[in-house]
C-alpha cells in the first residue's frame, strides 16, 4: 500500500502501461488523458490521507452504529471535486463521462469501496438526469452540487430503482411486465402522488435529492415507468431504516418510505412511460461498467495486501518463495487486468456513444449562452416543456444508435459480471493462502472479501447481467430503444 | 426425498441428533446473532452451561472419566449440527472438546471433571508452530475466555497452560471474520522450557487429535452448508421474480442442485473418514482429504446462499452472511487447504 502521495507522473506510467489504449488515445487527446491521470491521482492521494489511515476502523465502528455517515470524509472528497466528475462543465461539473468515472472508482475502491461507494451511488444518482432530465434539472441540480461542492458544502444523489418484492425485475424490460410493484405514482394535477417503498438504496438516507423509478400504473408497468426527482424535505417522504449490511458499511443503504408524496411536474425527468425504455437501460449502460471498475479495485486491494504479506517474512521465510503463491499471484494480476480491460471498453462504449451527446460540440456550445439566460425561468420553462425535453431526446438520437446503445448495455453488463467474479475470486483466494495469520494484511483483504460480495449482487444481480449480455448481445431480443424525436406519439403523451 | 446421511443414522445416533437439534432452536438460533455480534454479551456463557448438562462440553471423554465417550462419527453429527445455528459456538466446543481428551488420554483426568461439565471451558492451540525455542498458535477457538489452553509440541509433550502464566502470552483476535463466538485468540509461548510438560502423547494420539481436529472442522463446515442450502431453498421458494417463483429459474435450481452435490459427497467422505482406522484413530490423510472437500463446498455453498437471497442475502438480519463468513474461516483453519493437500501427498508417498 502507497506510503507517501503518488505523483502524476507515476499515476500517469501506471495508468498508460495498465491500459495500453490510452497511450494510443493521448496521442489523439493529450489533455484528456492528462485530465484521467489527475482524476487518477487525486483519488490515489484522498485514499492515502484520509481514507488508509481509518478505513478499518469505520467499518467496525459502522457494525455497531449502522447509521452512522462520515460526512468528515465526505467533505474531505470536496476539494477533488468527487461529486462533480461527471457533472458537465456547462454547468460547473469536471465534465467526465464514465471512463474517467471508472477510472476514479477502481483507484478508490482500492483502499475502502464503502467509502468510494458514497461517491459512486452519487453518481448514480446523477446519471438519470444526464440521460433522462432536461437542460433545466442540470441548471438546477447539477448546478447545485457543482457550486456547492465548491463552497465546502456537499450535496449528495441516490437513485432509487430496488423495491422490497422486486430487485431483478426493475432492471430488465421482460421481467417488469410481471413484476410485484409496491410502488405506485398516481397523476394529479400538477405532478404526482407516490405511494409505497423502495430498498437498499444506496446514500438513500444522506442525500439531498433521489432519482426514482416507478410505475404510474402497476397494471402496466412497463409502458408507464417513470423517472421523478425526490426532495429529501419533500412532504411524505421518510427513511425509515438503514440497513445492517455484511460490507461496505461505510455507504448507507436505506429503505425509503412514501405516503402521499406530492412531486410536482417539474419533478418528472424525460416523459412519462420512458422510465425503462430508454430511461433505466440508459442508466445501467452509464453504470454497470463504473460498478465493474468498483470490482476491479476491491480485486486490486485484496491483491496488494496479499503482495505485501507474501513477502513479509515469517517463520523465517517469505511465501512469494514459494511457486503455489507466485502462480496464485500471476493468477490474480492476470484476472484484474483482464477486468480493468473488461470495464474500460465498456466504458469507452458508453462514452463514444451515449456519452458523446454530452461532450458533442452541442453540449459545449450551450456554455456560449450566457449563465443568466440559461438559468432564467423563460429557459426553465422552455426546458421542461413538451419541446424542451424532446430537444433533449434529440440530441441523444442523433449521436448514437439504438444498436450502439444496446453495445454499450451489453459491454458494461459484461464488465460489471467479471469485476464482480474477478473481487470474490481474488479476495477470496487471498484468504485461503493466508491462513489464520492475524496480520494487518490479513485484516484488509478480510474487509475486501465481505465488500466484494455486494458487487456480485447490487447494479442487477451477476446472474441478470450475463442474461442481459445474452439478451443484448448474442439473442438480440433486448434492445435500448431511443426515443424517435419526430414521432408524434411521444411529444403527444408529455407532461409539463 | 430425505438426504442419505438420515437414512444411515442408527437409533442411537437419531436420539442423539434429536437432542441437539432441539437446543440448536431452543437455545442457538435465537442468540446466534448475538454471539456473532457481541460475542462478549455473555450468551455465549449461557449457553455454553446448558451444552454441559446435555453433555456437549465432554463428548469426547470417556464414560469412566465422566464424560459421554461419543465416537468419532457421532461427535461429527453433534458438529454439523450445532454448526447449523452457530458455526463459532460449534467451534468452541470442538476445541474445547479436543482439549479434554487430549488431557485425558496424558493422563490429567483429574483436571477436566468441571470443565467437562461446562463450567468454564478449555481450548486447544493447534497447529502449534515452534520458533527458536518457543511457539506459537495463531488462532486458538474459545482461547479468550479458555481457564485452560492445550497444545502439543512437535516431540509429543503436552502442555496445559492457564492463560495467566506469565511465560504465555494470549491475545484475542479483535476483529475475526468469522467464528466470532469462539472469541478467538493467539497463543504464544516465548520459551517451551519455561513451561512443564502435562504428559506426553504417543505419535498415534498425536495423529488422532490432528485427524479429529480436521473432521470437527469438516463436519462444522457441512453443517453450515446444510443451513446455507435449507435457508436457499426456502427463500427461492417464496421469492417470485422475473415471472417465476425463482426456484423454478434453471440457474438457481443449478446452484441448489451444486450445493446437494458438496453436501452427498463431503458427507460421505467425513462418514468414512470418520470410521477409518488408521494408526491409532481415523487415517489422517482421509481426514484431510474430507476436511479440504467439505470447507471448499462449504465456502461456495453459503456464497451461492448469500447470491441466491440477492440483496437480502448480504443483510445481517437474514443470516445468511454470516454462514459464509464462518465458512471462510473453516476453509483456512487449521491449515489453509493447499497445505493440507500437500500435507496429504506427502502422506500417500
Known amino acids: 500500500m502507497p506510503r507517501n502521495d503518488p505523483s502524476l507522473r507515476e499515476v500517469r506510467k501506471r495508468l498508460l502501461s495498465d491500459f495500453p489504449m490510452l497511450e494510443e488515445m493521448r496521442r489523439r487527446r493529450p489533455f484528456y488523458v492528462e485530465k484521467l491521470a489527475r482524476t487518477v491521482r487525486d483519488c490515489a492521494e484522498y485514499n492515502r490521507r484520509y481514507v488508509l489511515p481509518v478505513a478499518l476502523e469505520l467499518d467496525r465502528r459502522m457494525e455497531k452504529e449502522h447509521d452512522y455517515f462520515a460526512w468528515d470524509l465526505v467533505e474531505a472528497g470536496l476539494q477533488y471535486r468527487f461529486l462533480s466528475l461527471i457533472i458537465p462543465s456547462s454547468v460547473d461539473g469536471v465534465g467526465g463521462l464514465c471512463v474517467l468515472f471508472a477510472l476514479a472508482m477502481e483507484e478508490l475502491c482500492s483502499t475502502c469501496p464503502g467509502v468510494a461507494n458514497i461517491f459512486g451511488a452519487h453518481a448514480l444518482g446523477v446519471s438519470p438526469l444526464l440521460v433522462s432530465g432536461s437542460m433545466a434539472h442540470w441548471e438546477k441540480v447539477l448546478r447545485e452540487i457543482a457550486e456547492e461542492e465548491k463552497n465546502g458544502r456537499p450535496v449528495l444523489m441516490a437513485a432509487a430503482v430496488t423495491e422490497p418484492s422486486a430487485g431483478t425485475d426493475v432492471e430488465e424490460p421482460h421481467f417488469l411486465k410481471t413484476a410485484h410493484l409496491s410502488m405506485n405514482a398516481k397523476k394529479v394535477p400538477g405532478g404526482y402522488v407516490l405511494n409505497g417503498r423502495k430498498c437498499f438504496i444506496s446514500n438513500g438516507s444522506v442525500a439531498t435529492y433521489t432519482a426514482l423509478c416507478c410505475a404510474t400504473d402497476r397494471e402496466r408497468p412497463l409502458e408507464t415507468w417513470t423517472s421523478f426527482l425526490i426532495h429529501k424535505d419533500m412532504e411524505g417522504f421518510s427513511v425509515p431504516r438503514v440497513e445492517e449490511k455484511m460490507g461496505q458499511r461505510a455507504c448507507p443503504a436505506a429503505e425509503l418510505s412514501f405516503e402521499d408524496c406530492f412531486v410536482p411536474d417539474e419533478y418528472v425527468l424525460g416523459f412519462e412511460g420512458d422510465g425503462m425504455q430508454p430511461g433505466t437501460l440508459l442508466l445501467l449502460a452509464a453504470s454497470r461498467a463504473p460498478v465493474g471498475a468498483i470490482a476491479t479495485g476491491i480485486a486490486r486491494g485484496a491483491y496488494e495486501w496479499f503482495l505485501e504479506w507474501a513477502e513479509r517474512p515469517q517463520g523465517g521465510r517469505r511465501p512469494i518463495a514459494e511457486q503455489r503463491i507466485q502462480m496464485a499471484l500471476a493468477d490474480m494480476r492476470t484476472r484484474i487486468q483482464l477486468a480493468r480491460w473488461a470495464y474500460l471498453n465498456a466504458a469507452l462504449a458508453f462514452d463514444n456513444s451515449v456519452g458523446s451527446v454530452l461532450q458533442g460540440a452541442a453540449m459545449k456550445s450551450v456554455k456560449l449562452i450566457p449563465k443568466g439566460i440559461r438559468t432564467s425561468d423563460t429557459s426553465r420553462r422552455f426546458f421542461l416543456s413538451n419541446a424542451g425535453k424532446t430537444l433533449s431526446d434529440v440530441l441523444i438520437a442523433i449521436s448514437t444508435s439504438p444498436d450502439q446503445a444496446s453495445h454499450a448495455l451489453a459491454f458494461a453488463s459484461m464488465a460489471k459480471a467479471v469485476g464482480g467474479d474477478t473481487a470474490m475470486y481474488v479476495s477470496s483466494l487471498a484468504l485461503e493462502l493466508m491462513g489464520m495469520d492475524d496480520g494487518e494484511e490479513r485484516r484488509w483483504v478480510e474487509k475486501a472479501f465481505r465488500d466484494a460480495k455486494l458487487t456480485q449482487i447490487y447494479e442487477g444481480t451477476n446472474q441478470l447481467n450475463r442474461l442481459t449480455l445474452f439478451m443484448a448481445d448474442i439473442e438480440k431480443s433486448l434492445k435500448v430503444e431511443l426515443k424517435n424525436p419526430f414521432s408524434l406519439k411521444a411529444v403527444g403523451k408529455g407532461v409539463g | ?349
Open chain 2, 1 to 349: 426425498m430425505k438426504p442419505t446421511r438420515e437414512l444411515l443414522l442408527d437409533d442411537e445416533r437419531r436420539m442423539l441428533l434429536e437432542s441437539v437439534a432441539a437446543f440448536r432452536t431452543d437455545v442457538l438460533e435465537d442468540t446466534a446473532r448475538e454471539m456473532d455480534e457481541s460475542p462478549a454479551s455473555g450468551k455465549v456463557e449461557e449457553a455454553w452451561r446448558k451444552a454441559g448438562s446435555l453433555g456437549l462440553a465432554s463428548a469426547l471423554v470417556s464414560e469412566e472419566g465422566g464424560g459421554q465417550g461419543m465416537d468419532a462419527c457421532s461427535f461429527c453429527l453433534v458438529l454439523c449440527e450445532v454448526a447449523r445455528a452457530s458455526a463459532g459456538f460449534a467451534a468452541m466446543m470442538l476445541s474445547q472438546n479436543l482439549a479434554l481428551w487430549a488431557l485425558e488420554k496424558a493422563g490429567r483426568g483429574e483436571a477436566i471433571k468441571k470443565l467437562g461439565r461446562g463450567e468454564g471451558s478449555a481450548a486447544l492451540a493447534r497447529p502449534f508452530s515452534e520458533l527458536d525455542g518457543g511457539g506459537q498458535s495463531a488462532f486458538v477457538p474459545g482461547g479468550s475466555t479458555a481457564r485452560l489452553v492445550v497444545f502439543v509440541s512437535s516431540s509429543g509433550e503436552l502442555f496445559s497452560v492457564l492463560p495467566e502464566d506469565a511465560s504465555v502470552s494470549m491475545r484475542e483476535i479483535s476483529y475475526p471474520m468469522g467464528l466470532r463466538a469462539a472469541r478467538p485468540a493467539t497463543l504464544g509461548v516465548k520459551d517451551l522450557s519455561d513451561l512443564e510438560a502435562s504428559g506426553r502423547l504417543s505419535a498415534e494420539l498425536s495423529n488422532e487429535l490432528e485427524g479429529s481436529l480436521l473432521l470437527g472442522v469438516a463436519a462444522i463446515s457441512l453443517g453450515l452448508a446444510r443451513q446455507a442450502y435449507d435457508k436457499a431453498h426456502a427463500y427461492a421458494s417464496e421469492r417470485y421474480q422475473a415471472g417465476d417463483f425463482i426456484i423454478n429459474h434453471q440457474q438457481i435450481r443449478l446452484m441448489l442442485a451444486e450445493m446437494l452435490v458438496g453436501l452427498e459427497a463431503g458427507e460421505a467422505a467425513l462418514k468414512q473418514a470418520a470410521e477409518s482406522s488408521g494408526t491409532g484413530g481415523p487415517r489422517l490423510s482421509a481426514c484431510r482429504a474430507a476436511k479440504v472437500f467439505a470447507a471448499d463446498r462449504a465456502v461456495a455453498a453459503t456464497l451461492d446462499g448469500v447470491q441466491i437471497h440477492g440483496g437480502y442475502g448480504y443483510m445481517r438480519d437474514y443470516g445468511m452472511e454470516r454462514l459464509m463468513r464462518d465458512a471462510k474461516y473453516c476453509q483456512a483453519y487449521p491449515r489453509p487447504p493447499q497445505e493440507e493437500t500437500l500435507s496429504l501427498l506427502e502422506e500417500m508417498e
